[in-house]
């Protein structure tokens, strides 16, 4: 069946630090590979999206290639920030639109100052 | 434009009271889900409607859960009778056929706590 395995948190920078939380798939087919996001007390939000292989989403410093020949959707930003620090969550649909998005556990990521 | 709005924001109740949680989606998609959120078993989701019809509900948790959706812009979830491990943030999330590929919309969600 259809799987997303992300790395275990938390995850501790200081700011300014490389970030790469590691987010690998399993899925029939060609699906569309997400990252959202959550910050304390709200509902997540969607960062960035690839819809096929070889894209990359980018939002916010944030980036993500879809990468079909490792199954993998890795989350990097250059230099991070106190703000970034939040739980992130990489998900995959496999089908058309209105079918349910498949998550991964989460990774809270802290940055200090 | 108004996102997926949810209410109550906070509940909290004693067990064996029912309890209705009530979304809006956004005006115009088509496919509502509801979620679960917990610090033991993470972001599950516990059912989706599309075109207001019920696609998949394998993932409500037991017959003590029921959720309805009457019209494209309103569906429940009821939790009768409650009880204290359904203490949860429960999240309601809408996309469109117009969307890239399954984007959905998050609420701010409901936080549960059942005493």
């Known amino acids: 069946g259809n799987s997303v395995t992300q790395m275990e948190g938390p995850v501790t920078l200081s700011e300014e630090a490389f970030l ?32 096929k292989a070889d894209d990359k989403g980018s939002n916010k410093g944030f980036e993500a290639t879809y990468r079909k020949e490792t199954t993998s959707f890795h989350l990097e930003k250059g230099s991070v920030q106190v703000s970034d620090s939040a739980v992130y969550f990489c ?8 079918t349910a998005l498949i998550f ?5 990521l802290s940055v200090s100052s | 434009d108004a996102g ?49 019809v019920p696609i998949d509900d394998s993932g ?5 859960f029921s959720a309805k959706m009457p019209n494209a812009s ?21 996309t469109g056929l117009a969307l890239s590929r399954n984007e959905q919309f998050f609420g701010p969600g409901t936080r549960l706590t059942v005493l």
């Open chain 1, 91 to 98: 998900a995959l649909s496999a089908y058309q639109a209105g």
């Open chain 1, 20 to 51: 790469t939380i590691n987010c690998t798939y399993t899925a029939t087919g060609y699906p569309s590979l997400f990252w959202y996001v959550q910050y304390p007390g709200e509902g997540l939000q969607l960062l960035l999206k690839a819809t």
């Open chain 1, 104 to 108: 991964g556990k989460g990774t809270t």
């Open chain 2, 4 to 52: 997926v709005i949810q209410s109550p924001r906070h509940e909290v109740t004693e067990m064996g009271q029912e309890v209705t949680l009530r979304c809006k989606p956004i005006s115009g998609h088509n496919s509502l889900f509801w979620y679960r959120q917990t610090m033991m078993r993470g972001l599950e989701l516990l059912i989706y409607f599309n075109n207001n």
């Open chain 2, 74 to 94: 309103f569906s429940t979830l009821k939790i009768q009778p409650s009880e204290p491990r359904d203490s949860a943030v429960y999240f309601c999330a809408s």
């Open chain 2, 60 to 64: 409500m948790p037991e017959d003590r």
